[in-house]
């Protein structure tokens, strides 16, 4: 822990509101964040449908979580890394840092995988923060070497055009071509679940056949975090913020659009985080973005910036991102974890409690979430009160 935390790949320091663009960008990774722990915790398959992932081909409101969260890594690496060169830190100090924080990071993603009972023939090393790890290195390793959008561009092009290559035209050993002898896409038999269970045994992924976060799509991912780097670098420019603001919008729509047409014949998939779905879920994050920068503006031309309520509710989250994460994934884990009777976890029969308190099963999700979400909230607001951020 530490008093003060520095912009970085999940947290920013709590003097960043006072420039417009860095405020709007800790509000919208707190809604980021408070959605993130809504859905990660919605209660089971009663919940409503928006909590819930897609099941396969598809997109729901909450399969853009992950996405935005990339996004926005990237998008403070565009914003940290030339503040901190010009403060005199040096390519191979910041390189070096950064290597520290995603070596720490992952680890983290395997605490969390892992807790309370860390037994490591069943350890799971793909995850979430894990994934934001590797992401956030290569991303800040590639705009240290090329500081130039054009760099970052061609990146994004040769990923997503070079996965739906893979995934498309590549055998895969032992059920062969896609879309002749298997179908496109199909759940485990794709050229990137067949590479999951060839480095990991079964007990080791997700999913048993594959894992959502997997070497392969990785690849894409990365994607999604040079798009983000890409808008911190145009946040950064000398243009007007209303110029930022319908650009980044524009964007937005044209990506959105890009990913549309792109589902006809690479599917939006989440979980194999395809290319279509990288644009589509871009798009919607150029357009979140762009929305919370014109509030913001609108807010500061009115003198009401710090006046809404929300503000501070999405503040707490944002500014300690890490910290919420870890809190919530910890307690989650903590309350399946303690057993009430055979086949029953505290957390079972909390969820169980909330549905016989609503008027349906959706409902009672709904409100177990809501709740989850605001115990997670009241913890990190108490570290935010306090002025402690959890930065690495």
């Known amino acids: ?52 992932h897609a099941d396969w081909n598809g997109f729901t409101p909450t399969d853009l979580v992950f996405p935005m969260f990339l996004f926005l890594v990237g998008v403070s690496i ?11 830190a040096s390519r191979a100090s910041l390189l070096a840092h950064a290597m520290r924080r995603s070596a720490i990071l992952f680890l983290l993603g395997v605490v ?3 807790f ?9 090393f793909y995850g979430v923060l ?67 269970r060839l480095i990991f045994s079964a007990k080791h992924l997700y999913e048993q056949t594959r894992d959502p976060e997997g070497l392969l799509s990785t690849l894409p991912a990365l994607a999604t975090t040079l798009i ?9 420019s000398g243009r007007s913020p209303s110029r930022k603001i319908v650009a980044l919008g524009a964007a937005g729509v044209a990506c959105v659009l890009a990913g549309t047409l792109w589902n006809a014949g690479f599917p939006i998939n989440k979980k194999l985080w395809t290319s279509s779905y990288v644009l589509f879920a871009g798009g919607w994050s150029l357009l979140l973005l762009a929305a919370f920068l014109w509030l913001e503006l609108r807010g500061s031309r009115a003198g009401n910036t710090s006046k809404s309520p929300w503000r501070l509710v999405l503040l707490v989250f944002g500014t300690n991102a890490i910290a919420a994460y870890m809190f919530s994934e910890l307690l989650a884990a903590s309350l399946w974890s303690i057993p009430l009777r055979e086949n ?16 349906d099963a959706a409902v009672g999700a709904l409100l177990y979430s809501s709740l989850f979400t605001l115990v997670c909230w009241l913890a990190v607001h108490a570290l935010y009160r306090r002025r402690v951020f959890m930065a690495i």
């Open 1 to 52: 822990m530490a008093a003060v935390a520095e912009p970085g790949p999940l947290a920013t320091t709590i003097a960043a509101p006072a420039a417009a663009r860095l405020a709007s960008i800790d509000l919208l990774r707190g809604l980021t964040i408070g959605f993130m722990i809504l859905v990660n915790n919605n209660g089971g398959e009663q919940a409503f449908g928006i909590f819930k």
């Open 78 to 88: 565009a914003i940290s890394t030339p503040a901190r060169l010009q403060g005199g």
């Open 112 to 114: 969390v995988n892992s």
């Open 116 to 124: 309370p009972f860390f037994h490591f023939d069943v350890m799971r």
């Open 130 to 196: 894990q994934r934001i790890a590797i992401c956030y290195l290569i991303a800040v390793a590639l705009h240290l070497a090329s500081s130039g959008w054009r760099s970052k561009l061609f990146v994004i092009v040769a990923a997503l055009t070079g996965y739906w290559l893979l995934l498309c035209l590549v055998p895969v050993p032992g059920h062969g071509l896609p879309g002749l002898d298997v179908p496109l896409l199909d759940p485990d038999r794709n050229l990137a679940a067949w590479l999951d």
């Open 228 to 236: 983000g780097l890409l808008a911190g670098d145009w946040l950064r």
């Open 344 to 359: 029953l976890s505290l957390q079972q029969w909390l969820i169980e409690l909330a549905a016989r308190a609503a008027p």
